[in-house]
């Protein structure tokens, strides 16, 4: 079955350490997101990237980094930079026309200690 | 630009009643837009989307939602809410070359026996 995997599942990290979380799909869209879901915030934009080996920053980058080196992944890191962390983060692709909608993956709770 | 809001951030059904959430949106392109449900530390799983076709736009589980132009809404509807349905809804709109999504804040639906 075709879908996106992020992994793990739950994730512990001490202050001051930079952590990356998976995310993987064999959709084959070209186009896949990082999003950030804080209780009663909705869900906002990270990163972004349309094509391999291009990325655009979202609307809260600040504090973590991606790369797209391969169609089927799109790591997200969190660096000691980010001063809030803790946080439910999602993955999506985008698939193309005529609806572009998005697919998600299970999601990564990320929780700093 | 784009933006979302959706009204209510906790809206409390009984077993069998109507199920109205509501979303009104803005957005400077002709807008693609979706219905999106996430149960508890899942991800985001589509229920309907607006593509420009059809006003009326049927989707999963007896869900439905109405393209209004003229009050800029697309309200989503259920005639007969059952307890599965209980978890938090998000609607969110997307347009421009890069297909980003804003979303709403969410509603979190209760359903009452």
């Known amino acids: 079955d075709g879908g996106i995997t992020q992994s793990p599942k739950y994730l512990f990290r001490k202050e001051g350490q930079n952590v990356t979380l998976s995310c993987e799909q064999n959709?084959?869209?070209?186009?896949m997101y990082w999003y950030r879901q804080d209780p009663g915030q909705g869900l906002r934009l990270i990163y972004y990237?349309?094509?391999?080996?291009?990325?655009q920053k979202g609307d809260i980058a600040e504090g973590y980094s991606v790369s797209r080196e391969k169609k089927e992944s799109f790591p997200l890191t969190v660096t000691s930079a980010q001063k809030n962390p803790t946080a439910f983060y999602l993955c999506?692709?985008?698939?193309?026309?005529?609806?572009?909608?998005?697919?998600f993956g299970p999601g990564t709770r990320l929780t700093v200690l | 630009a784009q933006s979302v809001t959706q009204l209510g951030s906790h809206v409390s059904v009984s077993e069998g009643a109507l199920v109205l959430l509501r979303c009104n949106y803005s957005?400077?392109?002709?807008?693609?837009l979706f219905w999106y449900v996430q149960y508890p530390n899942q991800g985001l799983q589509l229920l309907l989307k607006?593509?420009?076709?059809?006003?009326l736009v049927k989707g999963i589980n007896g869900f439905e939602a109405e393209f209004k132009k003229s009050e800029t809404s697309f309200h989503l509807t259920k005639p007969s809410a059952h307890m599965r349905d209980a978890a938090e809804y998000f609607c969110?709109?997307?347009?421009?070359?890069?297909?980003?999504?804003?979303f709403g804040k969410g509603t979190l639906l209760t359903v009452n026996p």
């Open positions: 957005s400077s392109v002709p807008p693609y």
């Open positions: 959709l084959n869209h070209d186009a």
């Open positions: 990237s349309q094509i391999v080996n291009d990325f």
């Open positions: 607006y593509t420009s076709a059809a006003t």
């Open positions: 999506a692709s985008r698939k193309r026309e005529p609806s572009h909608e998005q697919f």
């Open positions: 969110a709109v997307s347009g421009g070359s890069n297909y980003k999504l804003t």
